[in-house]
């Protein structure tokens, strides 16, 4: 598997679009009002579409960073780690989507998991902020304001549902369901920037060689050690005391002869 340099942008692109078909099934179902037949005929369709989104995701980037390849997909990932958010965001879609499932088989009364799901959603709204901070330099501001309109939208949604929930106001539930639309709307219509995942192999180049100054063996330093200055006009010096006995020995054989 070769890695190419538009992988990431692609698996990206295909992430944010079953993210935005988890959240249209979503906003589509909660259009009808719980009164409606057809509401309790589709309402299991979104928890549905949140769980296969998530699968869908790990799919995405085990085709498009590994080539099937486990092992080639996770050497990606700690190539670009800024690229787990997607781990975590398919973690929390697969969760919200539970829940909401267990929800709904309650008949709608378990308040508990209806609660929990907006948790899980208003932690999804949460990691969209964070985008910016994922991807390279050059492209985190236009992430960054792309995610955070993303976030800001299902942080309306779920404000709107929480709301609905004491006040019963019909017009909360709308705003639940349009914002949900609307936040599907920007995740379908995203295109990953060119440069936000883009790897690059940084190669530095050494200055020229400054090769050393040759070394002539045969220049002699002014002043080489273990040079003897001479004093001619100074007296000169005494012969040591074993050439004299010897000098002794020697004139006396002498003249013995």
């Not at 409606?36 to 928890?47: S, T």
């Not at 709107?160 to 219509?189: D, E, I, M």
């Not at 002699?220 to 000098?247: C, E, T």
Request: hydrophobic letters at 50%.
């Amino acid at each position: 598997m070769t890695l190419k340099s538009d992988s990431f942008n692609l698996a990206s692109n295909a992430i944010h679009l079953m993210q935005g078909a988890a959240l249209l099934a979503l906003g589509l179902t909660e259009a009808y009002t719980p009164d409606n037949p057809l509401h309790k005929k589709i309402n299991l369709a979104a928890p549905l579409v949140f769980v296969l989104s998530a699968a869908g995701a790990a799919a995405a980037m085990l085709y498009f960073l590994g080539g099937w390849s486990v092992k080639s997909a996770l050497f990606a990932l700690n190539i670009k780690k800024g690229f787990y958010i997607f781990v975590a965001l398919a973690c929390y879609y697969a969760s919200a989507g539970l829940s909401r499932f267990m929800y709904l088989v309650s008949d709608e009364k378990s308040r508990g998991w209806h609660y929990v799901s907006l948790i899980f959603l208003t932690a999804i709204a949460a990691l969209y902020f964070t985008m910016g901070a994922k991807v390279n330099e050059e492209a985190a501001d236009a992430v960054g304001a792309a995610h955070s309109a993303i976030g800001a939208t299902l942080l309306a949604a779920v404000l709107a549902r929480f709301l609905h929930g004491f006040l019963k106001r019909k017009a909360l539930h709308v705003a639940w369901a349009a914002f949900l639309l609307l936040a599907s709307f920007q995740l379908l219509t995203y295109r990953e920037t060119r440069s936000a995942f883009e790897y690059r192999i940084v190669t530095i180049e050494a200055g020229p060689e400054t090769k050393p100054s040759p070394v002539n063996p045969m220049h002699l330093s002014p002043k080489p050690f273990g040079s003897i200055q001479l004093n001619i006009s100074g007296p000169r010096p005494a012969a040591p005391k074993a050439a004299k006995k010897d000098a002794k020995s020697h004139n006396k054989k002498r003249a013995g002869n």
